[in-house]
């Protein structure tokens, strides 16, 4: 049985930084693309970064490149993203998800593209 599991979402202050971590079990981690997505309340649920299966490409949407870093540790069975410069806009919901396929491209954008995900952690941003 795949899992997904997020964790370190929670509260902090605009510019503060936080680090996310998804920790995946049930499958062939490095088979799999990985990836970071977010759903703000009233909103669809969007793209936000991911990483090839061994880390040597990743992808991110316009908004966070610069401020959000993905990583993986194959070793680990393990994703992070790490935000920095945080603002307000940033609050969601943040998803990991993994797509089968072991290739050195990352840039899946769509959910679809995706075949396992986590049952996401929250993040706010307080202004």
């Known amino acids: 049985q795949v899992q997904l599991v997020e964790s370190g979402g929670g509260l902090v202050q605009v510019g503060d930084s936080l680090r996310l971590s998804c920790a995946a079990s049930?499958?062939?981690?490095?088979?799999?693309?990985m990836g970071w997505f977010r759903q703000a309340p009233g909103k669809a649920r969007e793209f936000v970064a991911a990483?090839?299966?061994?880390?040597?490409?990743?992808t991110y949407t316009d908004s966070v490149r610069g401020r959000f870093t993905i990583s993986r540790d194959n070793s680990q069975n393990t994703v992070n993203l790490q935000m920095n410069s945080l603002k307000p806009e940033d609050t969601a919901v943040y998803y990991c998800?993994?797509?089968?396929?072991?290739?050195?491209?990352?840039?899946?954008?769509?959910?679809?593209?995706?075949?396992?995900w986590g049952q996401g952690t929250q993040v706010t941003v307080s202004s």
């Open positions: 990483t090839s299966w061994n880390g040597g490409d990743t």
């Open positions: 049930g499958l062939s981690f490095q088979g799999y693309t």
């Open positions: 998800a993994a797509r089968w396929g072991r290739t050195s491209n990352s840039n899946y954008r769509r959910e679809v593209e995706y075949q396992y």
